[in-house]
């Protein structure tokens, strides 16, 4: 039995706002809920509402810059850059810039649209 997976065929979450959700593994793709592990592209002017996850979520920007509200504390990162944002915090994530914004997300556990909170 083999001791490794690899994942060459990503699970792509349906969106109606022009993001671009890959998920390598997570309970999408492979349905682990211990993590999930996601490529994404933000297209220009991007945003979503302000969410409270109760998962830990890090982010590596791979290519153009995101914004982050925290508590209400503007954050911007570039490429090569990335952040940390505990469970049970507000924050609000957008793209707010003329230029896509790629970048890896790591959700633990993992993500599902129930435990992001986001409000209306």
Known sequence: MKQ??????PFIVPTNDGK???EHFGNA?????NISIA???A???WSEPFQTPEFDEYTYIIKGKKQFIV?????????????KIMKNTRVQYS?????PC???AVCTPAFTIETANREA
Request: no cysteine; hydrophobic share 30%; net charge negative.
């Open 4 to 9: 490794y997976f690899t994942q060459k065929n």
């Open 20 to 22: 671009l959700i890959e």
């Open 29 to 33: 793709s492979n349905g682990d809920s």
């Open 39 to 41: 490529h994404m592209i």
């Open 43 to 45: 297209p220009p002017q």
């Open 71 to 83: 508590n209400d504390e503007k954050i911007i990162l570039e490429a090569g850059q990335s952040i």
């Open 95 to 99: 793209n707010p810039f003329d230029e």
């Open 102 to 104: 790629e970048y890896i």
